[in-house]
């Protein structure tokens, strides 16, 4: 069960693959600039930009990779009590594993929010609005950058796989608007996510 439960993350691993691998290696990636038009988020959002926001977690997949999984009654599920706070910083890592030449270029825990391939390992980042260890002291305009350069508050290191921000960043300032209301909106878990890890230097 957990293979087909598998297959939907790793579609989307393919697809991030070149991207992710691209911004290691330095290729540029052009920001939108175009004005926001939107309201800051001094105050805040109103219910109707909430609920948007919510759907569009929920349909966007965000549980996937960002919610830690357990062993549910029916199988692996997203453990809800602990939604949207990424990587478990108690879930210690082991070294990833070597995989041989062919076609298998990743591997990931079970719990979903740790992947290995080529760009070395990547942890999910902790998307509750937590200020020490989450999103609590973002700016929407820094969690728009990250969206549309792909990388972190728009100037940092590159998003990796399996985060397809490609999508998103054609998405309306509108809905990532709703998107970032959501994420405030939400219960604040303290959970600081490791760093990413490097691939191996090739000779």
Known sequence: MMRRRLAIPFLVLSLTLVSGMALRAGAPVEPRTEKWGLTPFSTPADAARIARGEYLVTIGGCNDCHTPWKLGPKGPEPDMSRMLSGHPSSLQMPPAPSLPPGPWVASVAGSMTAWSGPWGVSFTANLTPDKETGLGDWTFEQFVQTLRTGRHQG????????????????????????????LQSIPAVNNRVPQPIDPPEVP
Do not use: S
């Open 155 to 182: 100037k940092g290191r590159p998003i990796l796989p399996p985060m397809p921000y490609f999508n998103y960043a054609k998405a309306t300032d509108e809905d990532l608007a709703a998107i970032f209301a959501y």
